[in-house]
């Protein structure tokens, strides 16, 4: 069976493009990163898919805490993390944590090489996301060209893809796929500010593309939120 790395932060976008890879047939290596992000409970979710969907490897990377400063995601920043937002797209919010998926990517292509995996999937999206400039085609692009460059498999004839299945795809067209797949999104979390028993917020830009998508998929939304409009 052919191997990929999957990132699975436990979230609602990646824990779907785990689903994608898993029936396109990978044997699936999964890696999670715990940073000192505050909402720290999708570690444990990504455990929860990882068992769901029956990955073959499932391993946790620690980073140090201090290296992702001036993100209101992290816990040694003051900033506070935005709501209710009227105007999602327009900038890049204080929740964008410093090259965060170049460093991951730089990690899956390391595992990858060493496993023999020649995939590698990353669920970033251009459509409905925060603005994040490493969520778009012209950086995975880019991040492919140097993988191309970098690596003594691509150099020998054995490239390692980077595989983007949901690049182009609505929040609302990610959760009617990952439906499809039967994956079971009360696995999975996206709130930035959850509180201490896990509930989501329900204001902060990741709760409202949440909503808005099980909303427009007409899907029951599984999450529990401590505001509900």
Avoid: W
């Avoid at 990377?61 to 201090?66: A, C, K, V």
């Avoid at 012209?138 to 970098?150: G, H, R």
């Avoid at 299945?165 to 959760?175: C, D, Q, R």
């Amino acid at each position: 069976m052919k191997k990929a790395v999957v990132l699975l932060s436990g979230g609602l976008d990646s824990s779907t493009c785990a689903a994608i890879a898993k029936s396109e047939e990978f044997e699936i290596h999964a890696i999670s990163f715990s940073y000192g992000q505050r909402h720290d409970i999708e570690i444990e979710c990504a455990k929860k898919v990882a068992k769901f969907l029956q990955i073959k490897e499932h391993k946790i990377i620690n980073i140090d805490t201090d290296i992702f400063r001036n993100s209101s995601l992290t816990a040694n920043s003051i900033t506070e993390i935005p709501k209710n937002r009227e105007e999602i797209e327009n900038e890049i919010p204080n929740t964008y944590v410093p090259a965060r998926n170049t460093l991951f990517l730089s990690y899956a292509l390391a595992f990858a090489e060493s496993i023999g995996a020649s995939d590698i999937f990353i669920g970033i999206t251009a459509v409905d996301y925060s603005g994040y400039p490493d969520c778009r085609p012209d950086y995975i692009e880019a991040y492919q060209k140097m993988a191309n460059l970098a690596t003594k498999a691509a150099v020998e004839g054995n490239p390692i893809i980077i595989h983007t299945p949901l690049i182009n795809l609505s929040k609302a067209e990610i959760i009617a796929t990952g439906h499809k797949l039967q994956m079971n999104y009360a696995l999975t979390h996206s709130c930035y500010s959850p509180s201490a028993d896990g509930r989501a917020c329900g204001a902060c830009d990741s709760c409202i593309h949440r909503k808005k998508g099980f909303l427009q998929a007409k899907i029951p939304d599984p999450t529990k939120y401590i505001v509900i409009n």
